[in-house]
């Protein structure tokens, strides 16, 4: 959830046409037009990622004269297929993956129920991704990757590729390093069995002795 009380202006006496605010948006808010970026107001999460990274200072974060919440209630779903969602990308659906605006991974995985395929219709769907935009991008595609859906990339910056997970470890690779000392076979089964155990499907696991 968030609550939207900003919203970015540009100077077009100011801009350079040099692309980079309309490269970054989390929410597809910026376009060019005759060489200057132009912003739609209504579309604007108030991120200040375009306003911080402007070269030439043309972008100016204003207060909006009325807030905007953007949610979306979970309990719209059934509990069974959030919680199935989020165990197959191994989290908690109480487990907060947006820490700037405290999204959890039930509600990134209702918003994919609703009809959300790309990691921008995400942030539009949740706020989800609209503030650092660094932590936030693994795990929704992580919970996209399990419902089925490969988003492809915007053209620009918005977004880095997925960041590997113990679960992307092939065991040839688990096997080379467990002889360096590495337990990502007992890492995993930890960290399953732990899920289960919150999620109230498995029983209280116990630490595992590392060799
Ligand atoms: S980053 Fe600044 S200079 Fe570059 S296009 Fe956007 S508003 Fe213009
Ligand atoms: S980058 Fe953020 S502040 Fe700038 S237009 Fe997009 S949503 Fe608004």
């Given amino acids: 959830m968030k609550i939207i009380t ?4 540009v100077d077009p006496d100011k801009c350079s046409g040099c692309k980079t605010c309309y490269a970054i948006c989390p929410v597809l808010a910026i376009r060019m037009e005759n060489r200057k970026a132009v912003i739609d107001e209504g579309h604007c999460f108030g991120c200040n990622n375009c ?33 199935d969602l989020c ?30 395929k790309t990691p921008e219709e995400v942030s539009l769907k949740t706020g989800a991704r609209t503030g650092c935009k660094v ?9 996209l990757y399990a419902a089925g859906i490969t988003p492809q990339k915007p053209d620009g910056i918005q977004w880095c590729g ?23 076979d007992l890492d995993k089964n930890f960290l399953e069995a732990n899920l289960a155990y919150e ?9 595992q002795k590392r060799p």
């Fill in 51 to 83: 306003e911080q990274r402007c070269p030439e200072y043309a972008i100016t974060m204003v207060s909006r004269s009325e807030p905007r919440v953007v949610e979306i209630h979970v309990n719209r779903f059934h509990p069974d297929a959030i919680l």
């Fill in 87 to 116: 165990i197959s990308a191994k989290f908690h659906p109480e487990q907060v993956v947006c820490f700037c605006t405290g999204t959890r991974a039930g509600e990134i995985a209702a918003a994919i129920m609703d009809g959300a």
């Fill in 162 to 184: 997925n960041t590997p997970t113990l679960w992307d470890i092939s065991a040839e690779t688990m096997a080379k390093y467990a002889s360096h000392g590495f337990c990502f």
């Fill in 199 to 207: 999620l109230g499907k498995g029983e209280n696991c116990k630490c």
């Fill in 135 to 143: 932590l936030c991008i693994a795990p929704i595609l992580r919970l």
């Fill in 6 to 9: 900003t919203l970015a202006v």
